[in-house]
């Protein structure tokens, strides 16, 4: 029987790929690697003892694996089954040393108040507030991704200044 914390990972990792459907390779190659670590990171965090830690881990990729196989055969000829395959195929190839994810953060006005929007190809914009933003700038930092932090503190910076110009 696979371990809750497992099976979760795999749904999110499997959502995670779903959703970068239609996104030229390059993309998939930057992405599909660091939807899985970031799921192999999420599995270990909360076990101390590293061969428990490890089968935990190993347990994930093998089932994933298998849970894209799966996917594969029930979506036989339709492009998320074609999709699918070309992620099996990443998950094969060597991970580059850093991984770094792909989101675009920008300020948008919404019924008069501006936002920081939140868009990752294959799936819906996340309005949020320039807080809330941040508090996802300091996840992706603590995470590894200082680069992607930067980019949605800038601009979370950038909505509280044209909200504060909005109320002068």
């Given at each position: 029987m696979t371990d809750p914390i497992v099976t979760s990972a795999i749904e999110?990792?499997?959502?995670?790929?779903?959703?970068?459907?239609?996104?030229?390779?390059?993309?998939?190659?930057?992405?599909?690697?660091?939807y899985v670590a970031e799921q192999v990171n999420e599995i270990g965090k909360d076990e101390p003892d590293e061969q428990k830690r490890n089968i935990l881990v190993q347990g994930f990729q093998v089932q994933f694996r298998k849970r894209?196989?799966?996917e594969i055969s029930q979506?036989?000829?339709?492009?998320?089954?074609?999709?699918?395959?070309?992620?099996?195929k990443i998950l094969g190839e060597p991970r580059i040393a850093r991984l770094e994810p792909r989101v675009d953060a920008e300020a948008v006005q919404h019924n008069g108040v501006w936002y920081v929007a939140?868009?990752?190809?294959?799936?819906?914009t996340d309005l949020c507030s320039a807080?809330?933003?941040?508090?996802?700038?300091?996840?992706?930092?603590?995470?590894?991704?200082?680069?992607?932090?930067?980019?949605?503190?800038?601009?979370?910076?950038?909505?509280?200044?044209?909200?504060a110009k909005l109320s002068t």
């Amino acid at each position: 029987m696979t371990d809750p914390i497992v099976t979760s990972a795999i749904e999110n990792a499997l959502n995670n790929v779903l959703g970068t459907q239609g996104q030229d390779a390059g993309f998939l190659r930057d992405n599909v690697h660091f939807y899985v670590a970031e799921q192999v990171n999420e599995i270990g965090k909360d076990e101390p003892d590293e061969q428990k830690r490890n089968i935990l881990v190993q347990g994930f990729q093998v089932q994933f694996r298998k849970r894209l196989t799966q996917e594969i055969s029930q979506n036989e000829g339709t492009i998320i089954a074609d999709h699918l395959r070309l992620v099996l195929k990443i998950l094969g190839e060597p991970r580059i040393a850093r991984l770094e994810p792909r989101v675009d953060a920008e300020a948008v006005q919404h019924n008069g108040v501006w936002y920081v929007a939140f868009r990752t190809p294959g799936a819906l914009t996340d309005l949020c507030s320039a807080q809330q933003a941040r508090d996802r700038a300091q996840s992706l930092q603590d995470r590894g991704h200082p680069g992607l932090a930067e980019q949605i503190r800038n601009v979370a910076a950038d909505v509280e200044q044209r909200n504060a110009k909005l109320s002068t």
